[in-house]
């Protein structure tokens, strides 16, 4: 009876965790205009590629609050504030990774390896949204919300020389 008992708390307990998905505000405390995307590449290898993702936010109230990131076709990028012809622009730049692999020493006295750097570990996903939806996590006093953004235009890809 008593493994019973124990088995039965046990599956309780593992349900009752906390859930993985963050969860997301119906509506932001703050107006946005339409988001837009656009492809870039740069003039040489070493330049890069990515996409900005660029969201104008027409509302004055944001006091209290502070854009910190945006999750975007399975990529996460820090959100900045700019100011373009006296207006609020949250941008962000998911830049795409270079896949050339660094030199790697190998040595028989492990004081030789310090200079090799560990890999970096790629961060799961939280939310699972179409490729013209993009999720915004602000500050809003010591909470951190979530809102999602439907509908994002794709412009045309920027091709640097």
């Known amino acids: 009876m008593r493994?019973?008992?124990?088995?039965i708390l046990a599956?309780?307990?593992?349900?009752?965790?906390?859930?993985?998905?963050?969860?997301?505000?119906?509506?932001?405390?703050?107006e946005m205009g339409q988001a837009t995307c656009q492809s870039w590449t740069g003039g040489r290898?070493?330049?890069?590629?990515?996409?900005?993702?660029?969201?104008p936010v027409l509302s004055d109230k944001m006091d209290n609050i502070k854009m910190q990131q945006a999750f975007f076709r399975g990529k996460i990028a820090d959100i900045n504030m700019e100011?373009?012809?006296?207006?609020w622009i949250a941008t962000a730049n998911f830049m795409k990774?270079?896949?050339?692999k660094q030199d790697i020493i190998m040595h028989?006295?492990?004081k030789q390896e310090v200079g090799n750097k560990p890999p970096k570990l790629q961060?799961?996903?939280p939310f699972e949204i179409s490729a013209d939806e993009c999720v915004v996590s602000y500050a809003d006093g010591d909470q951190i919300k979530y809102f999602k953004i439907e509908g994002?235009?794709?412009?045309?890809?920027?091709?640097?020389?």
């Open 123 to 125: 961060e799961k996903f």
């Open 97 to 100: 990774v270079n896949s050339e």
């Open 152 to 161: 994002v235009k794709e412009k045309k890809p920027l091709i640097y020389q």
């Open 45 to 55: 290898p070493e330049s890069g590629s990515g996409i900005k993702l660029e969201i």
């Open 83 to 87: 100011t373009r012809e006296g207006n």
């Open 11 to 30: 599956m309780v307990f593992s349900l009752s965790g906390c859930s993985s998905q963050k969860k997301l505000v119906k509506n932001a405390p703050f």
């Open 3 to 7: 493994i019973f008992t124990y088995t």
């Open 108 to 110: 028989e006295d492990a």
